[in-house]
């Protein structure tokens, strides 16, 4: 069995790259293996190949209207489905990001809007009080930088999940289901270099206004990001196996 995958549902293949490499170096596994939805489905055999998941973000929107989604992206919702349920049962160990979280939040019967939008760049984050027994958050600084960019959260923590961060912007930062499904809104794998990178990519895509792109880059590379990261290791070191 190999410990960890890292679960791909971007359909940009530079900025999936970008993605994958971002999580192998901050989880510090050269091991780490890859799995694409956007280009094929789950193996059937996936849980008994990997120890865990840790998922992407995606420029797709889980509140898009069904009849607007392709089938690429219907499948990636029923796939990641699949990966929560069985985290949430216990039978697997798994981190979702950003566009992920929305995947769990439905799953578990909560509700995903537009209401809650965050701006491309860093954001400011602060555990909750559960968050300090929590093992892998509770190992984190009690308020710290993350960088955001989404279209969609929200308000409310969905049913059976620990909220464990939060901010004004988009009370749901961060949740635990069980112990061992986490979901984080914000990005925890990327630097402030491959974060503007990923930027240039999705520049155009109602993410931020292009021409503001050198102004938001240089608040990015300016943030300090350390505790993201410390989480993927975290997890890592928790779930590798």
Excluded: W
């Excluded at 990005?187 to 938001?216: L, Q, S």
């Amino acid at each position: 069995m190999a410990p960890l995958a890292y679960v791909c549902v971007r359909p940009q293949a530079g900025a999936a790259a970008g993605e994958f490499a971002s999580f192998r170096s901050a989880m510090r596994r050269d091991d780490l293996a890859q799995l694409d939805l956007v280009r094929g489905p789950l193996p059937d055999d996936v849980f008994d190949r990997y120890a865990g998941f840790v998922v992407g973000g995606s420029p797709f929107n889980l509140t898009d209207p069904r009849s607007s989604k392709t089938d690429v992206q219907l499948r990636v919702e029923a796939d990641l489905e699949r990966i929560a349920e069985r985290a949430a049962a216990a039978g697997t160990a798994a981190l979702f990001t950003c566009y992920g979280i929305g995947i769990v939040t439905r799953m578990l019967g909560g509700e995903v809007t537009r209401a809650y939008p965050e701006d491309t760049g860093p954001s400011s984050v602060r555990l909750t009080d559960e968050a300090a027994q929590d093992p892998l958050f509770g190992m984190l600084a009690d308020r710290f930088t993350a960088l955001t960019a989404h279209k969609e959260g929200a308000g409310v923590t969905p049913p059976t999940a620990t909220l464990l961060a939060t901010n004004e912007t988009c009370p749901v930062q961060a949740y635990r289901v069980g112990d061992r499904l986490y979901a984080t809104q914000f990005h925890p794998e990327p630097t402030g270099p491959a974060f503007t990178e990923r930027m240039a990519v999705y520049r155009d895509d109602g993410y931020f206004t292009a021409g503001d792109y050198d102004a938001i880059a240089a608040r990015v590379l300016a943030a300090s990001l350390s505790e993201p990261t410390r989480l993927l290791r975290s997890f890592a070191a928790r779930f590798a196996g």
